[in-house]
């Protein structure tokens, strides 16, 4: 049986004040992707530079202390000088920006419907103030710890609270939004490095950071043009709500008049999902789930755990300068990707797990027996990666809000997010023990 026309139906060309309308609301969620990103990838960068002046600032440290961190170092250097490592590995700070926003994905999905947008919203923004102000004035590393939970926290409920809203809008705001969260990749690597490169401490360029918490309110509360179905300090607010309202019959371009009213009057009547209606809705997400799991596993598998060891001595650019072009190109990679919604939709998304795990195995081969040549020949690599990385993640939420039943779209765009957190987390645990080995050698 043909599957009822969908509320957030493609838009057909309109002209005048609707055109405007929709092209303010694709730039809405572009902000709104942008600010809610950002956190994210700052604190990857910024993280590390807050805990090294904390631990090289500590000026109370006993000799005996800094002479077992010497002895330390010294075991370390001569324990890696085939990969040039550092003690610790990268996987160690993802997993700490990670974990939260896992735990959110987790389980939210089955409460956060009850929680009005305007809320949700107004908690992630102070979320993510709390972590730059956190990291920017802690004094211990364990304030510097809750700080990137914090921007965790923030960017995990918000990425749920974006996508379920998209149901309210024409679909093609997903492309908006996964071209703005791919932008803040690029961004964020960015401006990070210009603010330090320009003499300003992390402490004060993570302050300068705190413009974007209020750019998520104003691109939220501002910019987007909701319907007048929706409220957003209701839970009033639900897609049998903008069924059955002008604006959701608008909305349904091209449905017959009759269908319509059968569809309005059966999802009115259905009233919320039950957890029984939501387990099986997850179960009907797995072929979207898993191969958003697999993707991401791979790609942070060689972020994490590959990128640093991928190091070339002949090069002028030092190990640091490839690390930061291996990740700016995988940004620029993600960025692109993410923005092709609107030129080509692919549906068979298990081919960019495949291509990803593809890869995966290359360079850990390649840096096991070490037959790549040069950094010249990993950037490309670097960069379809990044291309794999951004085109999976936008085409599987395509791909969910249009196949979905009206009733559980909203559910189904929270619940899928939780693929990339868990595959981010499964990687980051992967990365210890591929780290140690390779190190020990």
Same mark, same amino acid.
């Given at each position: ?144 710890? /809750?700080? +990137?939970? %914090? =921007? ?5 409920? &918000?990425?749920?609270?974006? #996508?379920?809203?998209?149901?309210? *809008? ?122 958003? /799991?697999? +993707?991401? %596993? =791979? ?5 994490? &755990?590959?990128?640093?060891? #991928?190091?070339?001595?002949?090069? *002028? ?125």
């Amino acid at each position: 049986m043909e599957r009822p026309a969908s509320v957030n139906a493609d838009p057909v060309p309109r002209d005048g004040p609707e055109r405007f309308t929709q092209w303010r609301n694709w730039i809405g969620f572009w902000l709104l992707g942008l600010c809610n990103n950002f956190p994210y990838v700052i604190m990857l960068s910024a993280a590390y530079d807050i805990l090294k002046k904390q631990e090289s600032g500590n000026a109370t440290a006993s000799v005996r202390g800094r002479r077992a961190q010497e002895r330390q170092n010294n075991n370390s250097s001569n324990s890696s000088s085939l990969y040039d490592c550092n003690p610790v590995t990268t996987g160690a700070v993802l997993l700490a920006d990670i974990l939260p926003s896992l735990c959110i994905k987790l389980f939210f999905p089955f409460l956060i419907l009850k929680v009005p947008y305007g809320i949700r919203v107004l908690l992630s923004s102070a979320a993510t103030t709390a972590s730059f102000l956190l990291v920017s004035f802690s004094s211990a590393v364990w304030m510097s710890i /809750l700080g +990137v939970s %914090f =921007a965790s926290f923030g960017s995990g409920l &918000g990425e749920q609270s974006f #996508l379920s809203l998209s149901v309210y *809008f024409s679909r093609d705001v997903l492309g908006g939004w996964g071209s703005g969260t791919g932008g803040a990749g690029v961004a964020g690597a960015l401006l990070y490095s210009v603010l330090t490169q320009a003499g300003l401490s992390p402490q004060t360029s993570l302050l300068f950071m705190l413009v974007f918490p209020l750019a998520l309110l104003i691109s939220y509360f501002v910019m987007l043009v909701p319907p007048p179905s929706f409220h957003q300090w209701t839970v009033a607010s639900r897609v049998y709500e903008a069924v059955g309202s002008e604006e959701g019959r608008h909305l349904m371009d091209g449905a017959e008049d009759e269908e319509w009213e059968k569809t309005a009057t059966e999802v009115r009547n259905a009233g919320p999902l039950t957890l029984t209606e939501m387990l099986h809705t997850l179960k009907g997400l797995m072929s979207f789930v898993v191969p958003l /799991l697999l +993707v991401y %596993f =791979a790609e942070y598998f060689i972020n994490q &755990g590959l990128m640093e060891l #991928l190091y070339f001595p002949g090069s *002028f650019l030092s190990h640091a300068e490839q690390y930061r072009w291996y990740q700016l190109l995988y940004q620029i990679g993600v960025f692109v990707s993410r923005s092709s919604l609107c030129c080509v939709k692919i549906r068979k998304v298990f081919l960019f797990s495949m291509l990803q795990v593809v890869n995966a195995v290359l360079l850990l081969l390649a840096v096991r027996y070490q037959f790549l040549p040069n950094a010249w020949v990993v950037f490309p690599i670097i960069f379809y990666e990044g291309l794999l990385g951004g085109a999976s993640y936008v085409n599987i939420f395509y791909f969910i809000s249009k196949e979905s039943e009206d009733r559980h779209r909203e559910f189904s765009l929270a619940a899928a997010s939780v693929g990339d957190s868990l595959g981010i987390a499964l990687a980051a645990l992967a990365s210890f023990p591929v780290h140690r080995y390779f190190c020990s050698l």
